[in-house]
């Protein structure tokens, strides 16, 4: 069993970024600028919001956070995106989910120029991935397909089973991983809470996918001896053994599944930091102006 080593390949990648930033700068060329905006004060939002900022600075991107009290009105909330679509300086955006349930998620995702939308969740970015046109890929997806490459998993004619149809996860990577060429040329099925009998479908996956948010789900007699196993979930489960008091895992039984596996990420240390590196070569690509001119 090979762990696919989500620290060790975002920080490659970040090294690799951190050098394209220095010969931009040193071309004299505008640095990448990332702005990140927070409503409210979600616990987990603002550990990823901060890693999307830590990271920034790590590698000489310029990077700002616009912080905001969970009181906010949709109003104000979409005239700070207004504000950020027109602004020159910005390359590219995100406003971390979930929001305050008074504020339209999808209202704030329409409202951002999908010319700045990084997380690709915009429609037209979305609908341009499903057509294999460019676009910004949704970090998540863009993260697991960029692991897959950089770790050679073989994926022409793989059946894949993704657990979970979620519009940032599970249905763009099923797409991305049908689509023609590397990483890609899979049979994929999509599962989701309506499926029957999913372990059965988990069995036949050659690549499985899972993005449900369940602590541990996915066991081991579900998955095929040789299996490559992606794991999405973060999950918090008490543990009394840890001094706060609970741990992160993912969608699957680790201890159970990984023996069988020929690769699997581990939960932390896997496709979350790919998520985060995968947003900073969009704004790259924002910035460099590779998708929209
Ligand atoms: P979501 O919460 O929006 O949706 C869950 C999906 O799982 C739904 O499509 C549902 O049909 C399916 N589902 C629920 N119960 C099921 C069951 N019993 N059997 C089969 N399918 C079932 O999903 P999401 O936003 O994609 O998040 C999924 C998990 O991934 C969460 O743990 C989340 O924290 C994590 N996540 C991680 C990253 C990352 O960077 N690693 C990014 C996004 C989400």
């Known amino acids: 069993m090979q762990l696919l080593d989500g620290k060790l390949l975002s920080e490659n990648i970040k090294a690799e970024l951190a050098t394209e930033v220095d010969l931009l700068r040193q071309k004299g060329g505008k640095v990448p600028h990332l702005v990140a905006v927070l409503v ?6 603002q550990v990823y919001v901060s890693s999307k900022i830590k990271s920034c600075e790590q590698i000489g991107f310029k990077s700002t956070l616009v912080q905001r009290p969970a009181e906010t009105t949709e ?3 979409l005239a700070i995106v207004q504000d950020l679509n027109a602004d020159p300086d910005v390359d590219g ?8 349930k008074h504020i339209d998620e999808e209202k704030i995702t329409l409202a951002i120029d999908y010319r700045k939308d990084v997380d690709g969740f915009h429609p037209v970015n979305f609908g341009r991935m499903a057509q294999g ?3 910004f890929l949704p970090a998540t997806p863009y993260g697991i397909i960029e692991m897959l490459r950089r770790y050679n998993i073989e994926t022409a004619g793989k059946h894949c089973v993704v657990l979970g149809r979620s519009n940032i996860v599970g249905t763009p990577i099923s797409l991305l991983l049908s689509r ?3 990483p890609g040329d899979c049979t ?3 599962t989701h809470s309506r499926t029957k009998d999913l372990p059965a479908e988990v069995r036949r996956a050659d690549i499985v996918v899972a993005a449900i948010g369940i602590p541990e789900f996915v066991k081991a007699d579900w998955v095929k001896e040789g299996a490559v196993v992606i794991d999405v979930g973060i ?8 001094k706060s ?15 069988k596996c020929s690769h699997i990420t581990p939960v932390p240390g896997g496709v979350g930091l790919m998520t985060v590196t995968a947003l900073l070569m969009n704004t790259l690509k924002a910035c460099r102006k590779e998708i929209y001119d």
């Open 245 to 259: 008091g609970s741990r992160l895992v993912g969608d699957v039984d680790f201890e159970g599944v990984a023996p």
């Open 93 to 100: 955006f995100i406003v971390q989910l979930p929001l305050p």
């Open 133 to 135: 046109m460019p676009a």
């Open 40 to 45: 409210g004060e979600n616990p987990a939002s």
């Open 235 to 242: 999950n918090r489960i008490p543990d009394a053994t840890k």
């Open 180 to 182: 023609k060429g590397y």
């Open 75 to 77: 109003a104000e909330l």
């Open 188 to 190: 994929v099925t999509l």
